[in-house]
């Protein structure tokens, strides 16, 4: 295959790469001055990557001798990233303005790590694999540490450095240890290796591996780091790590488990089903004593990552199609969650991250209320909410895989989860008003949180045949 | 009405006015959630009005595949429909009810009932089993607002009880649900309830159901959260409560539970039974020492819906037929009882039965009122309350007469606390100067507690207009759940065949077309008794 062909296949990225690289001398010779003008044309840029994905790319085969998939499941998941990466970019100026100067690198990083993430769901090697997570890891230390001045941004920054590298060195030695016994990086001749006798040596690469990608989604065990770096990054920071790379590691985590462990699937399920379990329980238990809602919102999305990767545990298509279905869902909810968050500012405009700040706003904004009620309901995935229906389609797999003490541990995991999205509802909603906050000042977000309720509102069950055909397609390209 | 989306436009009627009321003025939203409340009850007059008794099992069907995995199919029986005019026929009082004593919050107040309406509709319209569960568990949202907005001192735990138990119960049915669905391959109800699930399936299944209907009824003892719900609820979110929304427990086991494991309702049959049992007798024993009225009503709605489980597992005619009108009697006469605390609540602001005393002497309009609802309550003939209970009775006493026996103890209580509440706030000095200054009922109160009356009546005097719809649907059940009836121990034995045929002939000449129906189906069973 020629060069030629191989770039027009990864034209997404081929387009993020120049579109970062030329914004970034932008904003080295014109400085923040230009930040809004350079936000602006990051989210023209993510956009032309997202209309790439039309042609060849979206759909076409391999690229580089199969170190890259063009196929409609990266596809659907490079859609998601691009359209959280934009959102996150939107969002940004107003906050940032509020808070000191937004530093014009910001959408320049998020492209950057967009370029990576495109590479982490396209991977069909090991080393793309590697190499696409770092890049997407690295903009993304960078991020959360953005507000230099603030301790808790600075603090964010290094923590999931450190703890970022840590899993990068498991998963980086998981990933030599499977080079080792099977002798190659390729997804497809993994497969071959792993299919026959499981070695030591090729069940610890196994273990490794999948631990290192857990990290990267926050799943329990090694979530440690979620509360934290949510908390303390800047809130639409906290928007983009909640959900661009969240989708990004977990297509990422599907594909590896499909494409080069599928074989093994005995071997992963059981870590599947330990941390989807430990996930949902420990993401629903610990919520519930926060007080602040960044927080809360971290040990959510712990939550939900342990319900998509029931869908994993159930393997076959229907399953993949679940988890992408609830990735779908979530990014929908989660970037919804947080525009909310970013709303909360007193009347001085000084951003409050309290839940009992929230106390009352029923009455002082019933809009803003409405809305986050509508998201802390879906995400508990009560019906007639879109949050149900990916829980749904997850335990259906589950079932149809014949997973059922799995199916009913789960979901009985749920109803804990379902307090403490209960308990927001009870502030906002039950108590009596705190001080009001500041008015809305950007129809922009305002519209974004509406579209977004609107998505997740009954109305998104008109969707399902839609949705449920681009992901059962996305999911039967990975078999 | 052939291709008129008569039940589609049911439940878009309230969700319209919902969505109309959050974005008016207080007394605008009243007036629009009355006039929705009534437009729906015209149409549920036209519902019966034009629904063929005797014609197909499902009417007004609608169908449209909307949702890729599931469709919005709709559809009614005779059971279905008796359950949605009480609903609609509940709605408009619920609303009046609310009228003055809710000042706080009133259009949000209106939305989330009406919510709950359109809600309500879609549970005992719904014809596919996700969507029916959608509606079902999607009621939990405006009621858990209702509770927790609106509701009294302990308004939040008793919100959170109520979400997290009734949501728990449902999980797990849904896991069933979608084992069902896999094995048999569709979403559509009326196939389900006429599939064959493996005997050893059914268990699990069932269980999974009865986790879910056993919370919704409540049956003991699964029924903690109603009491603490109830006394926290406004009075209209009590009168929905009772009337319309614990009849979805009882509608599951007939839709559900029933027709689908014949076998594995037969199995627990005496686990439900047992329940029932305890229940009808704890919970009245229960309710003759609480001081609360709202809670002695509650605890009195947890030994009516044993009734109800009591008849339902009896496995023959009278006992389901008996428990249908136990619930549409109950939702009527536990609804006006909610209403009628709520007049004396409105004045006195206490639910305290010891803090009234004497009410029939400055309120004579009122206590004649209660005292209608509290003969009702306790099953006086000529009231709906006989009707149920007696024929549940009926069906409990052919089944096993130990059952029977105990049930009807509970009748004996029923009258006891019922009584005793009644004396207590009605008769005796009226030797408190708040409570004599209370005035009578208002023109609207009448006009509200009316209607609850006549339906009571009806109900008591002819209730033929409420069986005649349901019994076709009746005997479907029955042809679906016969072949695993257990074995009753009020069958006939073999003793003096002659003795015993003369004294038919000369005994029962009235009334022996219904006698000459019953040998009929006892002959087989008697036969099966001797193979034992």
Not at chain 2, 159 to 182: D, P
Request: aromatic residues 12%; charged residues 10%; negative net charge.
């Amino acid at each position: 295959m020629s060069i030629a062909a191989s770039l027009s296949l990864t034209l997404p990225e081929v387009i993020l790469s120049v579109g970062s690289i030329v914004l970034m001398l932008a904003a080295a010779y014109r400085g923040d001055g230009a930040t809004r003008g350079i936000s602006w044309a990051a989210v023209a840029v993510l956009a032309a990557a997202g209309l790439a994905l039309l042609g060849p790319a979206g759909n076409g085969g391999d690229a580089f001798d199969g170190l890259y998939h063009a196929d409609s499941f990266a596809a659907l998941a490079k859609v998601l990233i691009y359209i959280a990466a934009g959102v996150s970019i939107i969002v940004a100026p107003t906050f940032f303005a509020r808070g000191g100067q937004l530093r014009a690198e910001y959408p320049v990083l998020i492209l950057l790590s967009s370029v990576g993430m495109g590479m982490m769901v396209s991977a069909g090697d090991l080393l793309t694999l590697y190499v696409g997570l770092e890049l997407q890891s690295l903009a993304a230390y960078v991020l959360a540490s953005l507000m230099r001045r603030d301790n808790r941004s600075a603090e964010a920054g290094l923590k999931y450095f450190v703890l970022g590298a840590l899993a990068s060195g498991i998963l980086l030695y998981g990933i030599s240890l499977l080079y080792g016994f099977t002798g190659s990086t390729m997804f497809g001749v993994i497969a071959t290796a792993v299919g026959g006798e499981l070695s030591t040596g090729l069940l610890f690469g196994l273990v490794f591996v999948m631990a290192g990608l857990a990290f990267k989604i926050s799943a329990v065990p090694f979530h440690m780091w979620t509360p934290d770096v949510y908390e303390g990054a800047p809130t639409p920071v906290t928007a983009f790590f909640a959900s661009a790379p969240k989708v990004a590691a977990m297509a990422l985590l599907v594909r590896v488990a499909v494409e080069a462990l599928g074989p093994a699937a005995d071997a992963w399920q059981q870590i599947v089903i330990f941390t989807a379990l430990a996930s949902t329980i420990l993401g629903g238990v610990a919520a519930i004593g926060q007080t602040n809602i960044k927080r809360l919102l971290a040990y959510s999305s712990i939550n939900n990552v342990g319900f998509a990767l029931i869908g994993l545990a159930a393997g076959g298509e229907a399953g993949v199609a679940a988890v992408m279905f609830y990735m779908t869902v979530y990014v929908a909810m989660t970037l919804g969650s947080f525009l909310c968050v970013l709303q909360m500012r007193d009347t001085y405009g000084r951003q409050v991250e309290t839940i009992a700040s929230l106390s009352g706003l029923s009455r002082t904004r019933p809009g803003l209320a409405a809305a986050l009620a509508i998201f802390m309901f879906s995400l508990a995935g009560i019906p007639p909410l879109f949050g149900f229906w990916p829980k749904f389609l997850v335990f259906d797999a589950a079932v149809a895989a014949g997973l059922l003490p799995l199916a009913v541990i789960g979901i009985a995991t749920s109803v804990i989860g379902a307090y403490y999205y209960l308990r927001i509802v009870k502030t906002m909603y039950f108590d009596e008003p705190a001080a009001e906050f500041a008015q809305s000042d950007s129809p922009v977000e305002g519209g974004l949180i509406a579209l977004s309720a609107l998505f997740v509102s009954p109305l998104g069950y008109l969707l399902i045949p839609v949705l449920g055909t681009v992901t059962v397609n996305a999911a039967r390209a990975l078999f | 009405m052939n291709g008129f989306p008569i039940l589609t436009l049911m439940i878009a009627v309230p969700l319209l006015a919902a969505l109309g009321c959050l974005f008016t003025s207080a007394s605008n939203a009243r007036v629009i959630a009355l006039l929705a409340t009534f437009v729906n009850l015209a149409l549920g007059i036209l519902l019966w009005v034009n629904f063929d008794i005797g014609g197909a099992q499902w009417q007004f069907v609608e169908r449209a595949d909307l949702f890729g995995r599931f469709a919005w199919a709709l559809g009614i029986d005779g059971i279905a429909l008796l359950l949605i005019m009480l609903s609609v026929f509940l709605m408009p009082i619920c609303i009046g009810v609310s009228w003055e004593a809710v000042q706080k919050r009133v259009p949000e107040y209106m939305a989330a009932f009406l919510l709950v309406e359109a809600l309500m509709i879609g549970v005992f319209t719904a014809q596919d089993l996700f969507l029916f569960y959608i509606f079902f568990e999607a009621g939990l949202i405006p009621m858990y607002l209702i509770i927790g907005i609106w509701g009294g001192a302990d308004r939040i735990y008793a919100s959170y009880k109520f979400f997290l138990y009734t949501l728990l119960g449902s999980v797990l049915m849904l896991i069933a649900m979608l084992w069902m669905v896999n094995v048999a391959g569709t979403t559509d109800i009326p196939t389900l309830m006429a599939y064959d699930f493996p005997a050893e399936a059914q268990t699990w299944l069932w269980l999974a159901f009865f986790a879910s209907f056993a919370v919704k009824m409540p049956m003991w003892p699964f029924h903690t959260w109603l009491p603490d719900a109830h006394v926290q609820a406004p009075t209209a979110g009590s009168v929905i409560l009772a009337g319309v929304l614990l009849k979805m427990g009882g509608y599951g086991f007939i839709r559900f539970s029933l027709p689908m494991f014949p076998e594995a309702s037969a199995q627990f049959m005496w686990l439900v039974m047992g329940l029932s049992m305890i229940a009808v007798v704890v919970t009245s024993l229960i309710a003759l020492v609480q001081s609360d009225m709202k809670k002695l009503i509650a605890y009195s709605s947890v030994a009516h819906m044993a009734f109800v489980t009591i008849g339902l597992f009896a496995f023959n005619r009278q006992g389901i037929e008996g428990a249908m009108l136990v619930m549409l009697s109950h939702g009527l006469v536990s609804g006006a009882l909610f209403a009628c605390v709520g007049v004396i609540y409105d004045r006195l602001h206490t639910r305290e039965i010891a803090r009234y005393g004497g009410l029939s002497d400055n309120m004579p309009k009122y206590a004649i009122f209660f005292l209608f609802f509290t003969m009702a309550s306790i099953g006086l003939p000529g009231t709906s309350g006989f009707v149920g209970e007696f024929l549940s009775l009926v069906g409990a006493y052919e089944a096993n007469s130990w059952v029977a026996f105990v049930a009807t103890t509970g009748i004996i209580l029923g009258a006891a606390y019922m009584l005793y509440l009644y004396r207590r706030v009605a008769y005796g000095p009226l030797d408190k100067p708040d409570v004599a200054a209370m005035p009578d009922l208002s023109l609207r109160e009448i006009s509200l507690l009316t209607p609850l009356v006549a339906a009571a009546l009806w109900m008591g005097v002819y209730p033929e207009s409420f069986l005649a719809p349901m019994r076709p649907d009746v005997t479907a059940l029955l042809a679906r759940i016969e072949r695993a009836a257990p074995p009753s121990d009020a069958q006939p034995t073999p003793g003096n065949p002659a003795a015993a045929a003369a004294a038919h002939g000369s005994g029962h000449g009235s009334g022996h077309g219904e006698a000459a129906g019953h040998g009929e189906t006892e002959q087989p069973a008697a036969a099966h008794g001797e193979a034992h």
